[in-house]
């Protein structure tokens, strides 16, 4: 397979992980994240660092928000490894306010299917 093939396949892969990411968090489905997560990976929002099992039972509750929306995302593959870059807007349940976040998830090509390793959110509420 060609190298242009092999990134335009992993880059749909990708963004199609990117958007399951995001729909799995705000529906607080903890089962769909245990099958995009790697076994060491680990998660930093503003304070906190969390491993695999403490965000999927972090996951697993009620969010604090709606309508979370994908405004724009890059995605980098460099070899085994992509990083996607993104930005998103949500809705505080508490009171009201738009809020934006800012994103990196890293993802690694493990045994051939990509995982996410990591991420990483700048997002107030969250």
Wanted: net charge negative.
């Amino acid at each position: 397979m060609n190298d242009t093939k092999q990134s335009a396949e992993d880059l749909a892969i990708l963004e199609q992980l990117n958007l399951d990411y995001n729909q799995a968090d705000q529906a607080s489905d903890a089962k769909r994240f245990s099958e995009l997560l790697a076994e060491d990976f680990i998660v930093q929002t503003p304070g906190v660092t969390r491993n695999r099992e403490e965000f999927l039972e972090y996951i697993a509750k009620p969010r604090p928000f709606k309508d979370l929306a994908l405004r724009d995302f890059k995605i980098r593959i460099l070899s085994d490894v992509a990083l996607i870059h993104g930005r998103a807007t949500y809705t505080m349940l508490s009171d009201g306010v738009e809020q934006e976040a800012l994103y990196t998830d890293t993802y690694q090509k493990r045994e051939g299917t990509w995982v996410c390793v990591a991420a990483c959110a700048i997002a107030p509420g969250a």
